[in-house]
Structures are given as C-alpha cells and as structure tokens.
C-alpha cells in the first residue's frame, strides 16, 4: 500500500539509493551527484521557509482551506505533526496527496479515500507544480503557532460610553461643581455686605409696590393684542408643523431581527450597494437579498475580526459573532460539518422605506438609466450602524431632485433624438428630468 | 417637610412625562399617518405581511407573501433552463463542451466588465488576480484566475451553482449577464496569462 503511493512520486531518491550501491562507474558518479543535490535540497526542504510558504498557501491552498476552522477541505494548522501523530502518515504521502490527491484515492490509499469521502467527495485540485521545497515552506507556515487573539478591552464599567462621552461627563461635572461654588461665594458675599450694612446702620431703601405687572399688562388692551395676535401665529406654525410630518418617516430606524451594519460591509470592506440589493438594477424594487447572498461571503466568514468585534461591544453594544451566528441559524448552516442542514427559518426584516400606494417608483428607471447614486436618497449608507431613512420621501422632495438633476444622455440612445428636440424647444444646453416630463402627474401617480 | 413631599411628587410625575414623551420620540417606530386606506395597496405589496383568512388562519408559512415560483415554471423573456448538473462531472462536461452562446459581436465587456465589478471584484479583484478588497483583508482568498484551469464553460458553470466556498450567483445575474460576466472573466484570465 505504501509502495502506491511512492511509485507516484516524482522525485526518485529511492531509485538513486539503489544505483549507489552498484559499482561505481562514470556514470554513477554522475548519479550520485544529482543524488547529493537532493539529499542537499531535502536537507533544506526540512526546515522550510514559512514566508515564502505563506505567499504560496495563499495562491494555492487558501481558497479551500482555512489555517483553524474548516472550510471546503480541512483546517491545516500543524497538519504534518497532526498527520504523523494520527494517523502515521509521514511528508511523502503529504506530497503526494497535493500533487495528485485524485491518483492517490484511486489507488486506494485508505486515509485518502477516507478523507475523500469525509468531505463530500469534493476533489482537491493537483498541484504537480509545487515542488517539495514549495511543499515544505506550505507546511513550515501552517506549522507556525497560532497568533494570540488581541484581549480586546471592553469597558466593564462604563456601557456604552466610549472616551469621549467619560471625558464629556467629567467636563460637566466640572462646570457644574464651579458654577456651586460661585453661587456660594456669591451669596456669602451677599450676606457679608449685609452685616456691614447693618453694623455701619446703613438703611438699604426698600423698593415701594407699585401696581403689579400682570395688572398692568391687563390694563394695556393693544399689548394684550398683540400678544394674543403673536400666540395665535406661534401655535398655528407648530400645528402646521406638526400635521406637515404626518406620515413622514424620515428618520425612522426600526431595531432589525439580525443586527445587520452596513458600516462594515459596504462602508470598511467596500462592498458595492448592487452586490446585494441586485434588483435595483433590473427592477421596481430594490430587493432584500436572500440569504443565500450572505453566504456567499459568510460561508468562509464565521467570525469577525478581534478589534471588529471589540469595537461593536463598546461603540454600539453589539455582538457581531451573535449576529453572524443568527445568520446561520436562520439559513440553516451548520458551521462544523459546513453544510446545510435544511431547517431554516425567515429572517423577518422589518421594511423602512415604503412609498404609499399612489405613487410609483421605480428602482430600475433611477439607478440603471439615469446612474443616479444610491446615496442621494439613501444617504451616507456607508457609514450607518443601523440603517435609517434618509430621505422625507415627499412628493415636494421628489419634485425637488426631478427639477435640478440633468438627464444623463451619454451613451444613452433612448433620449439622443428627445433631447435634442426638446432642449430646442426650451433653449437650453442640458434637459433637466423635469423638462422631459418629470413632473407630469401621470407618471407617478396612475 | 410634607410640602416638599407633594413637590417631589409633582416632579416626579413631569419626568415620568419627559421620558415617556422623549421616549415616544425615538425613531424604531414609523409616524402616524392620515387616512392610511389611501397608502396601503389592495393588492400584496412586494415582502408585505400576508393576511390570514377568515377563521384567522394562517394562509401562507410565516405569513410570508413572497412565494417561490410553482415547480416547472420558467420566468417570461428569452430564459432557457440550464441542464448541466451542480455536480463534480457536470463541472467537467460544461468545462469540456459547454461554449458561450454569445458571437463575438454579442460580447461587451462594458456589461460584463461593471457587473464583475460589482460582484467578483470584491473578492476575485478587480483584474482577477485574487486581490479583491476582501481578499487583501484575509477573509476570502480565491486565489488568481491565472492559477486557475477554467474555460468559458467552468466558468458558467461555477457562477451558475458556485464551487467551494463560492456561493450561486444566479439569482443576482441573469442568463445573458451570466454570459457576459463570463466572458470577462475568462478575458480577464488570458490578460493575466499574458
């Protein structure tokens, strides 16, 4: 069984070992020499160059392995301690399971065809083109120890209140006791005066009560208009004020069943808006990704970086970990087997921005025709923890854009023979939207 | 003392008020609205809570209106089902027999290039060479499409059903996006072979 494996191998020291014992010719000299180059490289090989090693598991390996956790092949962290110690397999069969693992399967090697079925019968891509010594500097870096997790310093105190708030708070504290300590020393001066005054027999004049102040401003009929007059305009602002609001919802950030940030997708790893809200592309709506859109990342993503995750417990008061965990939890992946375990359950995503019924809006007509950016309605989404709504989203703030946005006819056949006719018409350069029609009633409202 | 009492009730009873008011200000639920028939449709709107009968019944699981396509139904347009099978030999057979329906006057890398951009880039990079944003940060690490033995139909193939660790991605592109995302990519691979 071990000879299957050998005879696969490329490299044929043994083969060399077998020629040094025959007599010695020119020939064999010749041999041996290439055998000392080799026995010299492998001499090297055992040591191996974890940098160099490194870059290459990170060409080659990375893609399907993770150092500490499970991804589509095994973790491979000390994988050739771990394999020797376990299961005897010694470099040999390591190299020949990476530049032909499909061969070695095949000749029925039983931890091969173990390890083949173990993990879904997933073939491992051959790489013929590492060398050992590649081989070597792979297995030096996935042999290097595991970093140590930076202790992330959560506040045990203080939650919620980073840095800045603490040092807000004793500023004002500050102020506070200052502003005491004044009051005081004005008083005490107050009652030294007094005592002065007292002593020296000073009469401090006491004011006479004149007509109290309410009476007089009774007395006064045209002050009394004019205050009525201004109270009745104060009170009308806040009461139009207030029914102008009704069923606006700008602002409104509704706690969300998965604490979901859209600062570090698309703000810290730059993920585009399109990647996930696809169908804003092609379509009226903007849609929710599915789930399966997260797990196109968060298949290898399982957990966030240390200072991530220590960053969300002190700024926001959020475990990322748990919410990641909720993600699989609802999709149904089982994270130690990676696999989908089928038991899933809906994610019930609560909607903030709605148009009412009689107004129509389309996502296609905005994002993919006139290019306009996500963010001029949406807002700075990029760096929102909690998405919110940006946008009144009246009919007065759609009007608004419609009126000073100029249409994008670049490249844009649909509107090149339009165009030119209308801004005839109107004797202007560029058409706005709402010189092509972009305030007819009709086209929102049918 | 008893005033004092009395006064401090009051207090309390204004700050209780305060909080109650400031907290009514908070933004997690939506504003009231006037009239509302005139805002809800009558017909489901897009991810709307579904109704319950008349008994109170459940109609739909989770009361959830968006519905998945009845089995054997195929979206309107110029869709055509993809017979090759998510496995290991279906992988090999598109990788050896399945071509790109486009012609070469059909390909424009100015729609496969901005749809790369949005949705491989980000790992894959933004000329394949497996230096995405993602990738730089050590999270997903796809490697180069020049240590990558792909043609146009493995290529196809793996944004239709994913491979590995990368998932579908064909419910956020189309057949013919498909195609031209393809052929990006596999122009892409022979930039970067060159």
Redesign the interface.
Known sequence: MKKSYQSLEDNSTNNMKQVIYRNLTSKILYLGFILLLTFSTSLTAQEGDPVNGKALY???C???HKLDSR??GPALRNVETRLAEEEGLDREWINAWIKNSAGLIRSGDPYAVKIYAEYN???M?AFPQLSNQDISDILAYTAEPKPEPVVAEVPTGVQGGGGDGLSSDIMLAALALLFALLAGALVLVNRTLKRFADEKGIEVPVKEKGTPIWKAFVQNQFLVLVTVIFFLLASAYFVYGF?M?????Q?????QPIHYSHRIHAGE????C??CH?SAR?S??S??P?L??C???H???AQVGDETQAEGISEYGVDYNAQIQKLYKAVGWDATTQQYTGET??V??I?IHNL???AYFNHSQHVSVAGVECQTCHGPVEEMEVM?QYAPLTMGWCINCHRETNINVKDNEYYTKIHEELSKKYGVEQLTAAQMGGLECGKCHY | MHINMKIDAKYTVVLVMLVGFISCQENARPNYQYMPNMYESVGYETYQEADVDVEGNQIFEYDMEARLPVDGTIPRGDFMPFEIDNTVEGYEEAKANLKSPLDSTQVDYEVGGPLYTIYCAICHGIKGAGDGTLAKKDLIIPGSYAEKDITIGSIYHTIYYGKNSMGSYANQLNESERWQVAEYVAKLKADLDK
């Open positions: 990170r060409t080659n990375a893609s399907c991804m589509t019968q997933t073939a891509t029914f609001q009704v069923g606006i919802d602002g409104y950030e509704p706690v790893n730059g993920i585009d399109k990647y696809s092609v009226k709506h849609g929710i599915s399966n859109v797990m196109n990342c298949k290898s993503i359950s809906p019930k995503w909607r009412p019924d009689f919110y």
